[in-house]
């Protein structure tokens, strides 16, 4: 009888274990969907002329020229430079340069936007409030530059950047 509920136990746990990993891997599957590429997805950044897809759950914010999330402090702020390329921009950055303006020079990275568009990402670190935030500072465009800031506390880079990445990568 013992041997009969330990077995009974073990299948029910098998179970639920089976059922919560489904559960999850439709989860995943769910939110990797979401980071795909569609234009009809594109939406106009408030008093600009860029579009993006910005990550699920972020509202269009005029007072900064982009998208916040109010629930994880992140903001996405959308800049344009007419008449200036972004790679004078590119060139005239440094980590000496960064580091002077009063923020911690990370890494940057190349990247091909979703339309082969060239871009390039500078990651930076700054604190506020005790709270430690990256900045990842996104510039592409061949005649007009287009600027992105995105700042996100360092402690939920893991979570959102995936969705960072992607609506990056979106910007037309």
Do not use: C
């Not at 430690?132 to 592409?140: D, K, L, N, P, V």
């Amino acid at each position: 009888m013992v041997r009969e509920i330990v077995l009974l136990v073990f299948m029910a746990l098998s179970i639920i274990g089976y059922s919560q990993e489904n559960n999850l891997d439709e989860f995943v599957a769910n939110q990797q969907a979401k980071l795909i590429y569609d234009q009809s997805n594109l939406v106009q950044a408030p008093n600009t002329n860029v579009f993006l897809i910005p990550p699920e759950h972020f509202v269009a914010d005029s007072t900064i020229n982009g998208f916040t999330h109010p629930g994880s402090a992140t903001t996405i702020q959308v800049i344009e430079i007419p008449d200036k390329p972004y790679t004078v921009i590119d060139g005239a950055m440094s980590e000496k340069y960064i580091n002077s303006q009063g923020y911690i020079y990370k890494t940057r990275q190349e990247i091909l936007t979703e339309t082969g568009k060239n871009a390039v990402i500078y990651f930076v670190g700054f604190t506020s409030n005790d709270i430690e935030y990256e900045r990842a500072m996104f510039f592409s465009g061949e005649q007009n530059t287009i600027w992105i800031n995105i700042n996100y506390p360092l402690s939920i880079k893991k979570l959102i950047f995936p969705a960072i990445e992607a609506t990056l990568k979106s910007v037309q």
